[in-house]
């Protein structure tokens, strides 16, 4: 009986150690990319992405929103890394402590396109802030994200310099990102400020040409930083890692350095890790 009991207890243990082994292994959570509206509406992601789950075997999900909310998603512990262009705002939210790494990987420039008639006359003035000036004293239309983005905050402050307030019914405002707001601009024969990129992505579709550009105001810098993880948040850090090193690595940089030429004659973003600020 007692030799009977052995071999039972013996049989359940082994089952048991079976099943134990052989149970799936939990899986790391998907790394939260938070990135601008940009980066999606060129196609760049469309790229990068497969290109360093290929590379990594990390699953990313990626949320393209303003900069202004990827950094608040960071904030909260929602996002594991960001992708995003403006610096000022940056710097304070490294200031704070939520970033582990901070570093720059491509710029492209922003551009001020409006209609071919060009009421304000702000074609080929010196720089944007010129430029908002003129729309300004013409009450042209002008069509603003207002989405709190690296976009919107570079208008905002172009605004700034140029010591204008902007209000009435000319200074229109969608809330969206870059591509909706350049076609509710097209619609409108409005003027508004783009990343050269995404209008370059998107110029087929509308009635907008570049009135400035190269402007020395309007340099548009992406950085990707590593957010530091909250406690009692699920997180990837090692993931959001192995992007940062990706993107700003020799094959991650040849990869954004390619992106558009064989579709615009050009490369969309410039590839600059390493390189500054």
């Known amino acids: ?42 196609g760049l992601l469309d790229v990068l992405v497969p290109a360093f789950e290929k590379a990594s075997g990390y699953n990313v999900k990626t949320i393209a929103v303003g900069t202004g909310a990827a950094l608040a998603m960071g904030d909260r512990g929602d996002a594991d890394v960001l992708l995003v262009h403006a610096p000022a705002a940056e710097e304070l939210y490294m200031a704070k402590g939520r970033g582990l790494s901070r570093a720059r990987v ?46 919107n905050i570079k208008e905002l402050a172009l605004w700034k310099a140029a010591a204008i307030a902007p209000s009435g019914s000319w200074y229109i405002k969608t809330g969206s990102g870059m591509a909706d707001t350049l076609h509710v601009a097209s619609q409108k024969a409005a003027y508004t400020l783009a990343d050269n990129g995404t209008y370059l992505s998107q110029r087929a579709t509308l009635a907008l040409v570049p009135l400035v550009l190269d402007a020395k105001d309007l340099l548009n810098i992406y950085h990707v930083i590593v957010v530091k993880p909250l406690p009692g948040h699920i997180s990837n850090q090692p993931a959001a890692e192995a992007f940062a090193a990706f993107v700003t690595s020799p094959d991650g940089q040849r990869l954004i350095a390619a992106y558009g030429t064989e579709r615009f004659g050009r490369p969309l973003f410039i590839a600059d890790a390493g390189k500054g600020d």
């Open 1 to 42: 009986m007692i030799l009977r009991l052995r071999r039972v207890s013996r049989a359940v243990f082994v089952a048991g150690l079976v099943l134990f082994c052989c149970r799936p292994v939990l899986a790391a959570p998907a790394m939260v990319l938070a990135t601008t509206t940009s980066t999606q509406d060129t």
């Open 106 to 151: 491509m710029h492209n420039s922003f551009i001020v396109v409006g209609p071919v008639a060009d009421p304000a006359r702000v074609r080929g003035a010196p720089t944007a802030q010129d430029a908002f000036a003129r729309i300004a004293r013409a009450q042209a239309p002008f069509v603003s994200r207002a989405d709190d983005s690296g976009t």
